[in-house]
């Protein structure tokens, strides 16, 4: 039974969304196992647009079974304003929704946490969605000042929330906030009970249900939020998410071991883009950039931010293809580039005077990196009515052949426009 991962190669915002869902009729369960309120998956059904953050995008379908698993960092206060949202819609959010009861908390504190530490890394910041989402990693990590979901329904949590309160006054006092003056515990502690009241038809243990679900063979959906050069460990550090929000993320997440994995689809756009802080090697800081721009509507889901775009970079995606264990490549918004008079893709980069094919493991390095790019043919035609790769012009086929080449997997998917019949299927 096909136990599927869905995995941006990039920096995010690879139009995952879309494919989880043209995949999830062929599943039983859809999983989100990483990440928060920091994603924004943009679905679009019947020409309206649906944007969700924490939801899976399987929540379309009331025969599937979503799961929001352990490792997702959870702002109770947004996930209920998607749960509402969609209710208000006619779409059926009930027993077909479960939460991990081991899910950390994101409390007030973690995003005013985020908001001064962003201000303390100078001219540098990450550019993070200030959603909270690196101190609620952060705490959870050093384990004295976390959360989860499930300490919301036991009877020492109003104690627990007033002590951490208080080592936060601390923090917020020493880095010179009057953040934390401004903290009632009790108040944040009846507000998040309310919250819990609310999502306990919801909190369920998921890891138990994922183990059982796989071992009797139903077929199971890993939907990865944020791209691989975004993983804490393995990203373009520190300009990363808190997550392992790579391949190698979807176990530790969700608690399903490896082995039963059966697909990986690696999710590329057929350009680059990066939303915040840190090196973009092959950025068009120029008309080219504006253009790509324009025409992908490249702004952020969560934070509206104009998106950083450039060329293809091979390099960046072979090395998260691999490191992700991709079978398959999914190339979306391969429209976006049409009626570029040339494409290019960069194969290599120049380093000290180098050539490497290898992504370097310091953001110091990538950042003195030289792309060395292949040029080839655009192409003028419109492409958006394409629904098998014959139909794509020749050099628009060649594109997507080179990249397939140049990251040694086959393409499984093309993408060519925002609407589920805009896909075609190459398997
Ligand atoms: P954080 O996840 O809010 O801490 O932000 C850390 C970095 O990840 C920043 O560069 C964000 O712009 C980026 N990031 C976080 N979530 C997403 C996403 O869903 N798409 C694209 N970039 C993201």
Known sequence: MPVTCV??????????????????????IVVRYQGGANAGHTVVRDGRKFKLSLIPSGIFRPEVQCVVAAGVVLN????????????????KVAENLMISDRCHVIFPWHVEEDRLLEQQCGDEPIGTTLRGIGPCYRDKVG????????????????????RIIGAKRDVFSALGSAAGAAIDAKQVAAQYRGYAERLAPHVADTTAYLLDAVEAGRRLLFEGAQGALLDIDH???PFVTSSNSSGVGVSVGSGVPGRYISKVFGVIKAYSTRVGGGPLPTEQDNAIGQQIRDR???????????????????????????LSGVDSLAVMLLDVLSELPEVKICTAYELDGRKITNFPGHADDLRRVTPVYETLPGWRDDITGAVRLDQLPTNARKYVDRISELLGRPVGVVSVGPDRRQTIFAE
Not at 12 to 17: F, I, L, S, T
Not at 22 to 28: E, K, N, S, V
Not at 146 to 162: S, Y
């Open 7 to 28: 995995i941006g190669l990039q920096w995010g915002d690879e139009a995952k969304g879309k494919l989880v869902d043209l995949l999830t009729d062929r599943h039983d």
């Open 76 to 91: 109770p206060a947004s996930v209920l304003g998607e749960i509402d949202g969609l209710r208000n819609l006619g779409i």
């Open 143 to 162: 384990r004295g000042l976390a959360v989860r979901l499930g300490d919301m329904f036991r009877p020492g949590f109003e104690a627990q929330v007033e």
């Open 235 to 237: 990203g373009t550090f």
């Open 296 to 322: 992908g509507n490249e702004y952020g889901t969560v934070t509206k931010r104009p998106r950083r775009c450039g060329w293809f970079d091979a390099v960046a995606a072979r090395y998260t293809a691999r």
